[in-house]
């Protein structure tokens, strides 16, 4: 009777359990990738109305900021990158939604004159030319009591 | 001499081994040597027991809290990054927040950074308008 061999035995098992932990460490590498969430947000207001913006963080916290008519300005810093998820929304000042976009990775939400709004990604031009606004007490808002809402920017961005 | 086949085969499989084990060796003594701590810039409170701490990192390293030390007075908050061992251009200088999980409330308790020893401002607002007074 035929003794049956290493190679037969032992190496298809450590190839195939090598095999495994090559497509694990993989896997593990590109979700830890995906993992890192850009939530750099700017607002690009053409319109003639205020807006607000309302960042609502997966683990409850809630940013309102003011984007008042013709600027633009810069909600949340583009060089922050990070594990946090978020879902962005774009509101009137009485709190009502006019658009919503989830985990989007870093972009610009551009109201044109007609008050509509889009998401897309921001050109560094874009990025460099934005204007820092307030936070509000308003709509959610998790860090600041409620306020009454009056837009206003301080021209120190760029 | 010829070595029995079966031999030679364990004896290739344990080179093999040998050699697996150099490299995760060599692996870990570069991860103790390049993994830094790094300096936390703010904190925010979400709730009496979470804090989000915003970091000065980059965005290729693996960043993480790597200690939460609480006391009565004090909440030391260690944060490590890792470069990845080939860096590509365009991460440089930016901020990372990190969620903090605490066991105990809040309360009036200072937060410590644990890389530098010093205190971690407090903030309400988002970067980067973070040090701003109306915000602390």
């Known amino acids: 009777m035929q003794r049956p061999s290493l190679a037969s035995k032992s190496h298809p098992r450590l190839r195939r359990t090598l095999r495994v932990l090559l497509v694990a460490t993989i896997a593990t590498l590109i979700v830890a990738g995906c993992s890192l969430h850009s939530i750099g947000v700017g607002v690009s207001n053409s319109s003639g109305e205020d807006f607000y913006v309302r960042l609502h963080y997966d683990y409850g916290e809630i940013h309102v900021l003011k984007a008042p008519a013709h600027k633009d300005v810069d909600v949340v810093w583009f060089g922050e990158v990070g594990e946090l998820q978020a879902t962005i929304e774009l509101l009137r000042p009485d709190c009502s939604v006019v658009g919503s976009w989830r985990n989007a990775s870093g972009g610009m939400i551009t109201i044109d004159a007609a008050g509509s709004a889009s998401f897309g990604p921001a050109s560094e031009q874009q990025v460099a030319n934005l204007y820092y606004t307030d936070e509000v007490g308003a709509c959610g808002a998790t860090q600041f009591p409620p306020v009454s809402p009056s837009p206003s920017v301080s021209p120190t961005g760029g | 001499m010829t070595i029995p086949k079966p ?24 991860i103790l040597v390049t993994d830094r701590a790094v300096w936390i810039e703010y904190y925010r409170v979400v709730d009496q027991q979470t804090l989000v701490v915003g970091a000065d990192t980059d965005s290729h390293s693996w960043t993480r809290v790597t200690s939460v030390v609480e006391t009565a007075t004090t909440v ?8 990845p061992p080939i860096t590509s251009p365009g991460g440089a200088g930016q901020g990372l927040e990190l969620i903090v999980k605490l066991r105990d409330p809040i309360g009036s308790r200072t937060v410590v ?5 010093g205190a971690v401002a407090f903030t309400r607002c988002l970067p980067p308008t973070t040090m701003r007074p109306e915000c602390l």
């Open chain 2, 76 to 83: 030391t908050i260690t944060v490590r990054a890792l470069p």
């Open chain 2, 7 to 30: 031999r030679r085969r364990w004896l290739v499989l344990s080179t093999i081994l040998f050699v697996v084990f150099c490299l995760i060796g060599m692996a870990a003594c570069t």
């Open chain 2, 113 to 117: 950074d644990g890389s530098s020893g």
